[in-house]
């Protein structure tokens, strides 16, 4: 497999790349652990960067792997795209309209983006703020499936009632996958499954 690499960040909707290969976006709130389990997945310490910081740019981060010229005839066999983060107990209202906006015609309007993966910490749940982003996938009618994330911070013996709980609360979402991955950035646990899911998602 080829290193990935970080090709561009978009702030708007005209700077997104050429339509090609399928793509795979990463949402969820700011700290969640987003940055960790692209880097994970893909085996590549600081190819997103982590960070405890909040209100970073406001960019869809596109990441291929490595040595691809972008054209028709040569196209990687998928994208991964960083989403900003959410969720910021301070953000102004002007940056979250912004936000908003940006991935809501993202999702709206990329015939490509075959699945977005929403990251939910197993510590914390599904939250208000999270909801709203279920409710604008939903809308936008764009697939989606819950991963949570640091599960190596709960007890073990808890995780199934948590997957069930999760389950429960996107039981009625018209586009949600009705299944929910359990990972651990920090010890690999679900990161397989992960990559097994992300690439029947690509490919479907
Ligand atoms: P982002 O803001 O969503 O990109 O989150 P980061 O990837 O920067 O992670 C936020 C914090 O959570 C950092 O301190 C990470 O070290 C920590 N973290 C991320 N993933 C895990 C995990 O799987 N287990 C544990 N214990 N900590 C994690």
Redesign the pocket.
Known sequence: MRPWVFIRGVPAMKFLPPEGPPEIAFA?R????????INALVGKKGL?R???TPGRTQELNYFVPDGYSGGEDDLPPMALIDMP?YGYASAPKDKVDAWTKLVFDYLKGRVTLKRVYVLIDARHGIKANDEEVLSLLDKAAVSYQIVL??T??IKEAGLPRLIANTLERIRKRPAAYPAVLAT???KGGGLDELRAAIAQAANG
């Open positions: 969820g700011s700290n969640v652990g987003k940055s960790s389990l997103a982590t960070s405890n983060g994330t640091k190596d911070k651990s950035s920090e």
